[in-house]
């Protein structure tokens, strides 16, 4: 296909309640939209990078940046390009996986439209639905919290993952515990401990979790397996991983045992199945990870979570777990889990009126 355009779109979605992780709070979600246009069809893809580098390095002004002075030029100078291309095309920039990852999906989506195939089809999912966890925040009481997960439990989802921090680990996950039993639970860090916490974070250990997400800095795996050889808990890494190599370094050094794979973080969702392929020779369990996906992103996601590898329920959450009108149709739990989307491409298409009314910028980017 020939590129003969590319939109970039800035839109600002109000989140339905404030999301708070070890590295800071949102209130906001600040979402960079990526419309491919061919002769054939367009294509749509979001980009997850946040408005500030505090989860990774990239931000969604540096990959609209990065787009516009070198991703996009190289793309639209081509003749013809389809979703294989792109990563041989954008070899040459390096870093920058998250701006790639919207390019790679924008144009695949619009290869998959004109194809009339879906992203499951294509991607190789082996279910057309998704059993779904939910991401809890910090909150600033337990009360607080507890209400917040029984809230959940009433909408069906199916796993709960509790984000923790130095100070708030042990207190919030034994009450659950004591509160809700043995549901299936989890802990996420975002990388707030050090080596020295082992003997805190093996206190975990009594509670049964089914794993504990990027305990320690994204770029240290030589410490997550120390910290494996000190913890009954499964290590699962999400930060840590950003391509299918670092996938087996890690699996090869004993760094991790599950993995938390976001098409978006390791370079688009080429890059994911070829992740979720290695793991799975590897006997290693994966789950797909969620960045407040609008429904652009989540429908690619949810596609992917139907691959026969993800085996624990993803962060694929209903549209309302983040925001009170989505871009799309909403995307809604029934009996805890999310439909896959059917239709050509991820399936969905944004709301024009909807759109129009968040969007804070948009940039034509011509071949
Ligand atoms: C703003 S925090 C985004 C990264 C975080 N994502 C979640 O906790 C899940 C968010 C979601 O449900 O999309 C993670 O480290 O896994
Ligand atoms: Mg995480």
Known sequence: M??????????AMPLVAPFRTSFGTEHTREVL???????????????????????????????????????VPALTARPHVDAYAVGRILEPFKGHRMAKAALETAVLDAQLRAAGESFGAFLGAAADRVPCGVSVGIMDSIPELLGAVDGYLAEGYRRIKLKIEPGWDLEPVRAVRERFGDIPLQVDANAAYSLLDAPHLAKLDAYGLLLIEQPLAEDDLVQHAALAGRLATPICLDESIESAADAAAAISLGACSIVNIKPGRVGGYLEA??????????????????????????????????????????????????YATDITPPFELRDGHLDVPAGPGIGVEPLGHVLDAITTSVEWLPS
């Not at 020939?2 to 839109?11: D, Q, S």
């Not at 624990?312 to 209903?318: N, Y």
């Open 2 to 11: 020939k590129i003969t355009g590319v939109e970039l779109r800035r839109i």
């Open 33 to 71: 939209l990526v419309r491919v246009v061919t002769p054939e069809a367009e294509g749509w893809a979001e980009c997850v990078a946040m408005a500030e580098p505090l989860y990774s390095s990239e931000y969604a002004d540096g990959a609209a940046d990065v787009m516009r002075r070198f991703m």
């Open 273 to 322: 199945r070829r992740i979720h392929d290695l793991c799975r020779a590897h006997g290693v369990a994966v789950w797909c990870g969620g960045m407040l996906e609008t429904g652009i992103g989540r429908a690619a996601n949810v596609a992917l979570a139907a691959l026969p590898g993800f085996t624990l329920p993803g962060d694929t959450s209903a549209s309302r777990r983040y």
